[in-house]
């Protein structure tokens, strides 16, 4: 099992930013992929970016490709997000996630694991 908390939610005006972590616990969490996506009200999940158990390789929606990075500190069993240039258009609940299998994948159904989310709001 693995288990999931993200943290580092809140309110932001547009071209501010935010630093979004992802503490995972439970055995093996070195061998899998994480993933964000984020959620706005009425819209379906959508994916943000995710990245390798190494941290070597990543991969990121066009959405928010220049204004977010993905990184990983083994060490202390966190995922971040960097979030700059917010826009009000990125205001959803975002959620981090792991996936059991190689390879980066952008698809929520290929994720086995789920955080209970944390909301990020963007005021223009």
């Known amino acids: 099992q693995v288990q999931l908390v993200e943290s580092g939610g809140g309110l932001v005006q547009a071209g501010g930013s935010l630093r979004l972590s992802c503490a995972l616990s439970g055995r093996t969490f070195l061998f899998y992929t994480t993933g964000w996506f984020r959620q706005a009200p009425g819209k379906e999940r959508e994916f943000v970016a995710a990245?390798?158990?190494?941290?070597?390789?990543?991969m990121s929606a066009d959405s928010v490709k220049g204004r977010f990075t993905i990184s990983r500190d083994n060490a202390k069993n966190t995922v971040y997000l960097q979030m700059n240039s917010l826009k009000p258009e990125d205001t959803a609940v975002y959620y981090c996630a792991v996936q059991r299998t190689s390879g980066l994948k952008s698809g929520a159904s290929e994720y086995n694991y789920w955080g209970q989310g944390t909301q990020v709001t963007v005021s223009s």
């Open positions: 990245i390798s158990w190494s941290g070597t390789t990543t």
